[in-house]
């Protein structure tokens, strides 16, 4: 069974910068496809960013956050972060860390794909 731990959500103004970490135990975490969700107040879970097992060669992101947010993982040390620059108040949410390990092609913005889900974190970007 897979866990996945968020951490690095906070409160921060307009045009700051955040790190969001995810940190997995419990697989091979090589194996696992991991994307970045997010949910605001009254509004449904939406992607953010993804990248795909192993070398994590593809990555995707939400029109949304493209040019603003980076993904990246790091296999040593089981983690997946998400650089988050030019904060904008719309990117106020809980975000989660989802993770599959039978996600080997196709799109990775599909939340019905990934089995293990984080607690999420909160980031509030204050106008």
């Known amino acids: 069974q897979v866990q996945l731990v968020e951490s690095g959500g906070g409160l921060v103004q307009v045009g700051a910068s955040l790190r969001l970490s995810c940190v997995a135990s419990?697989?091979?975490?090589?194996?696992?496809?991991l994307a970045w969700f997010r949910q605001a107040p009254g509004k449904e879970r939406e992607f953010v960013a993804g990248i795909s097992y192993w070398q994590g060669s593809t990555r995707e992101y939400s029109e949304s956050v493209k040019g603003r947010f980076a993904v990246s993982r790091d296999n040593a040390k089981s983690t997946v972060d998400l650089q988050m620059n030019s904060l904008k108040p719309e990117d106020t949410a809980v975000y989660y860390c989802a993770a599959d390990d039978q996600i080997t092609a196709g799109p990775l913005d599909v939340s019905d794909r990934y089995s293990h889900w984080g607690q999420g974190t909160q980031v509030t970007v204050s106008p």
């Open positions: 419990g697989s091979s975490f090589g194996s696992l496809a």
